[in-house]
C-alpha cells in the first residue's frame, strides 16, 4: 500500500523504520508537528520523525494545522491507501480523515479501551497496573473511540519508569502497526469494536500534577516518580526552591519518620510518607545537574529538623 505515516517524536520513529523497512508497502510521505524552539539557544528543531523522515529521502508534510487547505490538497494529490499514526500530536478534522481509502489507524500505547488520552503508559504505571500494552485502530472524530485491529500485551515491571515502559511498547508497538498494514492490504484483517466497558482515560499529566504529597502512602509516592520520569519530572519543595525527585526506592523497613521529614546519613536518604520512609536515590536541585541524593544532601547540609513539601 501507499502509506502517509504521520507521528512527531521519538517514541514514534520505531514504527516508522517498519514500515520503510517493509516490502509491502511505500512510505510516501509523512506528516509531523512543525520545527519548535529546543535548547538554550531556542533554535529550530525539526521532531525525530520529521529527521528520520529526510534522513530516509522522504517527503515532510509540516502544517501548523491538519484542517489546512494546502495541507489537504498534497494529501490527495499523494492519494496514499491508509495513514499510519503514531503520537502526531494534532486532532484530525474529517476532510482529512476521509482523504485515504482505507483511513487513519492509530498506534495507541494502551489496551483500549483502557486508558484513553494523551498520557496512557503514565497512567498505566500511576495506577499501578501489572499488564499494558498497544493498540492499533481505526480512528474517528471522537477521542481514541475507533473500532481494533490488534493488540499486543506487555507487563509492567515493578521498577519501570514511564520511559522504560513506552520504549518497550514503542519496539512491540512498531511491529503491530506493520502487521496491522499488512492485513488491511489483504483482507485478513477485520477491525472489530471496542469493548463499552473498562473505559478509562488518560490526561496529560502537567508539573502541577508531578508535585509530591508526602502524606500518601510510599506506594503512592513511588508510582508519581516512576509515572513522571523522565517528563514532566516529580518535584517537591526544598528551603523555598523545586527540588526534582528523580527515583527512589520504597523502604518499608524505617516508619519513624513523619510525612516530609528528612533523614540524611553517609550514604543515605530517606523522606517519610503516610505509610513507611522511601529512599531518595536521585535528585536534581533547582538550576543543577541530576545528582545522587546522598551528594545532594552533604552539600545542602540537611539540618535535623528539615522538611520536603511546600
Aim: charge should be negative.
Amino acid at each position: 500500500m501507499k502509506l502517509v505515516f504521520a507521528g512527531t517524536p521519538e517514541v514514534a520513529v520505531p514504527a516508522l523504520d517498519a514500515l520503510i523497512a517493509s516490502e509491502r508497502h511505500e512510505v510516501a510521505a509523512v506528516v509531523t508537528r512543525p520545527d519548535a524552539a529546543a535548547g538554550r539557544g531556542r533554535h529550530l528543531v525539526a521532531s525525530p520523525v520529521a529527521q528520520r523522515a529526510e534522513e530516509a529521502g522522504i517527503e515532510v508534510l509540516k502544517p501548523a494545522r491538519p484542517r489546512e487547505e494546502d495541507f489537504l490538497a498534497r494529501l490527495r494529490e499523494i492519494a496514499p491507501d491508509c495513514c499510519p499514526v503514531v503520537a502526531y500530536g494534532a486532532l484530525l478534522p474529517g476532510t482529512a480523515l476521509g482523504i485515504p481509502a482505507h483511513g487513519w489507524v492509530n498506534l495507541h500505547f494502551s489496551l483500549l479501551p483502557a486508558w484513553r488520552g494523551a498520557a496512557p503508559v503514565q497512567h498505566a504505571v500511576l495506577a499501578g497496573d501489572e499488564v499494558t500494552g498497544a493498540t492499533t485502530f481505526q480512528i474517528e472524530e471522537s477521542l481514541d473511540s475507533g473500532p481494533v485491529y490488534g493488540v499486543v500485551t506487555e507487563n509492567v515491571r515493578p521498577t519501570d519508569t514511564s520511559g522504560d515502559l513506552l520504549t518497550r511498547l514503542a519496539f512491540a508497538g512498531a511491529g503491530l502497526l506493520a502487521a496491522t498494514m499488512d492485513g488491511i492490504e489483504d483482507g485478513t484483517l477485520k477491525a472489530v469494536p471496542q469493548a463499552t466497558e473498562g473505559i478509562t482515560y488518560a490526561s496529560k499529566i502537567n508539573v502541577e500534577d508531578a508535585e509530591i504529597d508526602w502524606s500518601a502512602p510510599a506506594l503512592r509516592v513511588d508510582r508519581l516518580v516512576r509515572a513522571c520520569a523522565p517528563a514532566p519530572g516529580a518535584w517537591t519543595v526544598f528551603r523555598g526552591e523545586r527540588l526534582k525527585v528523580m527515583s527512589l526506592t520504597p523502604a518499608a523497613d524505617r516508619t519513624d519518620l513523619a510525612p516530609g521529614d528528612l533523614a540524611a546519613a553517609k550514604k543515605t536518604v530517606h523522606a517519610g510518607t503516610g505509610s513507611h520512609a522511601v529512599e531518595l536515590q536521585w535528585v536534581q536541585p533547582q538550576g543543577k545537574k541530576p545528582m545522587r541524593a546522598a551528594d545532594w544532601a552533604r552539600g545542602v547540609r540537611i539540618a535535623g529538623a528539615e522538611k520536603l513539601g511546600g
